[in-house]
Antibody, heavy 125, light 108 residues
Framework: QVLLVESGGTLVRPGGSLRLSCATA????????MTWIRQAPGKGLEWVSY????????YYADSVKGRFTISRDNAINSLFLRMNSLRAEDTAVYYC??????????????????WGQGTPVTVAS | QSVLTQPPSVSAAPGQKVTISCSGS????????VSWYQQFPGTAPKLLIY???KRPSGIPDRFSGSKSGTSATLGITGLQTGDEADYYC?????????FGGGTKLTVL
């Protein structure tokens, strides 16, 4: 079955850095776009970044652009998120998810069919 | 402030039907497809509905989705206490994914 397992979340001081990992299994990782989505305590979901199957196309939310870097290693079926210059508002559970895109006519369907269990990141002094 | 607007909470009795609305704009729901996610406390979100009204394998037909114009609706019939959860809508909006703020469903 499809499995996504995040790791790397911890307590870090403001201005610090962290690298999250997402190990996957059960599907052909190199065929899929992947994404990071976060959820601050008691808040809703916020999309963070996505990366194409080959790693050629990458997009970031404005809130993390210039500070976070998404990457992947298709040889080991893993997704990563390098987070620099961390702020208190980056405190959240970070989920990796498999991203599905279908285009029907002029409309696009983008959704996330499998999610990891999440890894908590706390930015505090 | 979420791009998509959902009611913070809805409630209904077991066995009843409930609907959860998701309001957007012409740049997101108005021209793209909507998905819905169910999240229990302390767990990851789970895909419930995709492409406005399709259910992944294993999702009971008590759950349904629809879209009209710039709004979408999740419907749940035959409510069960096990349906108590947070529900999020999501869609695409000009190179980024957007979500609603979430709706907490209480089954009284």
């Amino acid at each position: 079955q499809v499995l996504l397992v995040e790791s790397g979340g911890t307590l870090v001081r403001p201005g610090g850095s962290l690298r999250l990992s997402c190990a996957t299994a059960g599907f052909t990782f190199s065929d899929y776009y992947m994404t990071w989505i976060r959820q601050a305590p008691g808040k809703g979901l916020e999309w963070v970044s996505y990366i194409s199957s080959s790693g050629d196309f990458i997009y970031y939310a404005d809130s993390v652009k210039g500070r976070f870097t998404i990457s992947r290693d298709n040889a080991i079926n893993s997704l990563f998120l390098r987070m620099n210059s961390l702020r208190a508002e980056d405190t959240a559970v970070y989920y990796c998810a498999r991203r599905i895109v279908t285009i029907r006519g002029v409309g696009k369907a983008v959704y996330f069919d499998y999610w990891g269990q999440g890894t908590p990141v706390t930015v505090a002094s | 402030q979420s791009v998509l607007t959902q009611p913070p909470s809805v409630s209904a009795a077991p066995g009843q039907k409930v609907t959860i609305s998701c309001s957007g704009s012409s740049s997101n729901i108005g021209k793209n497809y909507v998905s819905w996610y169910q999240q229990f406390p302390g767990t990851a979100p789970k895909l419930l509905i995709y492409e406005n009204n399709k259910r992944p394998s294993g999702i009971p037909d008590r759950f349904s989705g629809s879209k009209s114009g710039t709004s979408a609706t999740l419907g749940i019939t035959g409510l069960q206490t096990g349906d108590e959860a947070d529900y999020y809508c999501g869609t695409w909006d000009d190179n980024l994914s957007v979500f609603g703020g979430g709706t907490k469903l209480t089954v009284l």
